[in-house]
């Protein structure tokens, strides 16, 4: 795999400072460039400071896959790898993943013998769906590169909200780059869709979602229980993962309202509606108690978060798992034909 530019251009800012670095447009392609790492000598006026020059095309090399870079004020040159070898002193195989945004075939062997070589397995097989993959270069948090700046990146994104990166996925090139992926599996454990949730909180595509299925065919369910258990049905995967957390069963509907095929979905289990604490969130659940009371079931119940916090993941930010479960324990109410009318009349 060549190397992938975005993360070339992360790694070379971590390591030589965003200061230091200098893009220079060329006739082998678009060039970064920093003072040499070899000599702290000085040639001439002009561009004094960047005599490495670091090209993730590959410019002229035998080996563009590789990457080049070369030094105008020693002539050192080699390969983009080799240098992200020598400088973070790391073996091959590390750095090729690290910049190629993949993982090398040498790593996958080592990987295939490893599993072979155990007597350690997974106790749940989770079954992959052939109609549907996740978004290209999207790997498990957890076994990218210890090192590896998308994975201690995900990592502190989802320490800050207390959710834990296993089984969390991060896209780390591509039109999903910088996106925590979530998953959804139906209850047979096979791949239906997902969701991705950019990093960057000033990026206004907050949400990037499977374009080839239908979100309103599909839940995400933080496990799918026996029939009749209750599930907590909101709007976001975080706060599904929130309550999960809390030891009671998370169900994210990815809005604010259910479609008649999210419903089937539902009908056997006691829903109980905990939507945000807005005043959209008050409506959605209105809006969806009330259908959910047409639509015959038998028990609804609601609960709300605290008025200062607009949802459960910001409880739990700042609180913790016992405060979310308490709560919930305590402030659940039935849903009946009557708390519409309440709901809406006292604002609560």
């Known amino acids: 795999m060549p190397v992938d530019f975005d993360l ?27 003072n040499s790492v070899w000599s702290e000598s000085k040639i001439g006026k002009t561009d004094s400071k960047f005599h490495l020059w670091m090209n993730t095309s590959g410019g002229k090399s035998k080996h563009p ?13 080699g390969s983009l790898v080799g240098l992200v070898c020598k400088l973070s002193g790391i073996d091959w195989e590390e750095a090729e993943s690290r ?21 350690d397995f997974v106790d749940v097989v989770v079954k992959e769906s052939k109609n549907i993959d996740l978004p290209k270069s999207s790997y ?17 994104y989802l320490a800050d909200r207390k959710i834990p ?37 000033k990026n206004k595509m907050r949400y990037r979602k499977c374009d080839s299925v239908n979100k309103e065919s599909v839940l995400y369910m933080t496990s799918w229980p026996k029939p009749k258990t209750k599930i907590y049905i909101m709007e976001g995967e975080f706060d599904a993962i929130s309550l999960k957390l ?4 998370g169900c994210a509907c990815g809005g604010k309202y259910l479609s008649d095929k999210q419903i089937d979905l ?7 509606l905990a939507f945000d604490s807005d005043n959209a969130g008050l409506q959605a659940m209105v809006d969806i108690g009330s259908s959910l009371l047409e639509k015959g079931f038998p028990k609804i119940s609601y609960v709300r978060p605290p008025k200062v916090y607009k949802d459960w993941n910001k409880l739990l930010k700042e609180k913790n798992v016992e405060t979310v479960y308490e709560y919930i324990k ?10 519409s009318d309440i709901l809406l009349s006292n604002k609560i």
Not at 65 to 77: N, Q
């Open 140 to 156: 498990l948090i957890n076994e990218l590169l210890p090192n590896n700046l998308m994975r201690n990146r995900a990592e502190k």
């Open 266 to 272: 539902i009908k056997n289990y006691e829903p109980v």
């Open 165 to 201: 990166s296993e089984n969390m996925y991060v896209c780390i090139a591509g039109d999903f780059k910088n996106r925590i992926v979530i998953p959804y599996y139906n209850s047979d454990n096979e791949l239906i869709y997902y969701n991705s949730r950019i990093m960057d909180e």
């Open 99 to 119: 910049i190629c945004g993949t993982t090398s075939l040498r790593v996958l062997e080592q990987r295939v013998h490893d599993f072979f070589g155990s007597t």
């Open 330 to 339: 305590r402030f659940e109410k039935p849903f009946t034909s009557f708390t």
């Open 8 to 34: 070339f251009y992360e790694w070379a800012q971590d390591h030589f400072g965003e200061e230091n670095i200098k893009i220079k447009k060329t006739s082998h392609g678009v060039e970064i460039c920093t």
């Open 65 to 77: 896959e590789f990457g080049s870079y070369r030094c105008w004020l020693t002539d050192e040159m």
């Open 246 to 249: 809390s030891g009671l069963v």
